[in-house]
T-cell receptor
Framework: QQQVKQSPQSLIVQKGGISIINCAYE??????FPWYQQFPGKGPALLIA?????SEKKEGRFTISFNKSAKQFSLHIMDSQPGDSATYFC????????????FGEGTQLTVNP | EPEVTQTPSHQVTQMGQEVILRCVPI?????FYWYRQILGQKVEFLVS????????KSEIFDDQFSVERPDGSNFTLKIRSTKLEDSAMYFC????????????FGEGSRLTVL
């Protein structure tokens, strides 16, 4: 019930292309869905987050699409750049209780020049 | 920019030894967390801490683990008797408030148990 499933495990995209990473969750009590970016040797850093009262959130080249009925959300990276090469984790939590983040398995994104 | 700092960056220890990992959360933050990441795997929650007590812990956080906020700035994770499977990157994180606050992670402490 606490799991968050993420796919694909790895993704290779050409510079300028669109990167899409998908996540699905089980627990309908989750009400906060962040995406974290992690570079090698660094801690995860918040990239963008969404709450279930909206279906889409955009910040620059990064967009989260959220489908509450399907219990799925995805990250779209437009005009992908080599500097975007990192591991991306989706996560979910019950924000109102300040509870723990449950992370997906991670997607290693490589953007080729 | 304020940040969560962790020490040591890397610790190598023998199985059965005690290890203490240290963290200095962002100064005005009230909620503190430890997560771990086994190499190549996802980030897993260990424990959350608020108002000088554990507010939630995972099934991973057994009796071998303990947390403490010994003073106004440090937040520590102690592993009493390390096992091979404790080898992982341990991340400290902090949050200003519950609810809408962003969770800030440190750069991690890599623990290698031999």
């Amino acid at each position: 019930q606490q799991q968050v499933k993420q796919s694909p495990q790895s993704l290779i995209v050409q510079k300028g292309g669109i990167s899409i990473i998908n996540c699905a969750y089980e627990n309908t009590a989750f009400d906060y869905f962040p995406w974290y970016q992690q570079f090698p040797g660094k801690g995860p850093a918040l990239l963008i987050a969404i709450r279930p009262d909206v279906s889409e959130k955009k910040e620059g080249r990064f967009t989260i699409s959220f489908n509450k009925s399907a219990k799925q959300f995805s990250l779209h990276i437009m005009d992908s750049q080599p500097g975007d090469s990192a591991t991306y984790f989706c996560a979910a939590s019950r924000e109102t209780s300040g509870s723990r983040l449950t992370f997906g398995e991670g997607t290693q994104l490589t953007v080729n020049p | 920019e304020p940040e969560v700092t962790q020490t040591p960056s890397h610790q190598v220890t023998q199985m059965g030894q005690e290890v203490i990992l240290r963290c200095v959360p962002i100064s005005n933050h009230l909620y503190f967390y430890w997560y771990r990441q086994i190499l190549g795997q996802k980030v897993e929650f260990l424990v959350s801490f608020y108002n000088n007590e554990i507010s939630e812990k995972s099934e991973i956080f057994d009796d071998q683990f303990s947390v403490e906020r010994p003073d106004g700035s440090n937040f520590t994770l102690k592993i009493r008797s390390t096992k091979l499977e404790d080898s992982a990157m341990y991340f400290c994180a902090s949050r200003e408030t519950t609810g809408a606050g962003e969770l800030f992670f440190g750069e991690g402490s890599r623990l290698t148990v031999l």
